[in-house]
């Protein structure tokens, strides 16, 4: 895949929310909300179990909405469990898409 243009496709979104502005809002906010969440759970991940779990969440959740950065990012992360040297791509991956919906609002 090229590299996206954007922190979010929101064309990608489109065709995943049917269309739908409304839906489009919900999940964008959803993902930001859940994204926060996995950042600190592997801030303080112990295992690798919990470590890939939570990468691999983050990586198709991220594909969904188009945010393909973060879901590179993640990838890269699942695949080095509990190398914490992959957070730090990662949070600058979200940071982008926050910038990005904040000054693109749907």
């Not at 198709?60 to 695949?79: K, L, P, T």
């Amino acid at each position: 895949m090229s590299a996206p243009k954007t922190a979010v496709d929101y064309a990608h979104l489109r065709t995943q929310a049917a269309g739908d502005p409304d839906v489009m809002r919900e999940v964008i906010q959803l993902f930001l909300m859940q994204t926060e969440q996995i950042l600190d759970a592997l801030e303080v991940a112990t295992d690798a179990k919990s470590w890939k779990e939570l990468t691999h969440t983050l990586k198709g959740s991220a594909r969904g909405i188009g945010a393909f950065a973060v879901a590179d990012a993640a990838a890269r992360a699942e695949a080095a469990p509990l190398d914490t040297g992959n957070l730090s791509a990662l949070h600058e991956a979200f940071l982008a898409v926050r910038h990005h919906v904040r000054e693109n609002p749907l």
